[in-house]
């Protein structure tokens, strides 16, 4: 899953994520969800 940071605008791979959704750049919580073909395809955990 690939994310943008709405307030660096930067990309943000779940890579880079740690279980947290946050910017690894600019410790921002808001982040946009890449979705480009995939809509609302999301894995249950
Ligand atoms: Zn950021």
């Not at 943000?12 to 890449?34: A, H, M, Q």
Request: hydrophobic letters at 30%; aromatic letters at 4%; one cysteine or more.
């Amino acid at each position: 899953m690939e994310y943008v940071c709405l307030q660096c605008r930067k990309d943000v791979t779940d890579e880079n994520l740690n279980k947290r959704i946050r910017c690894p750049f600019c410790g921002s919580k808001i982040l946009l969800k890449k979705s480009t073909n995939v809509e609302r395809k999301v894995k249950a955990l």
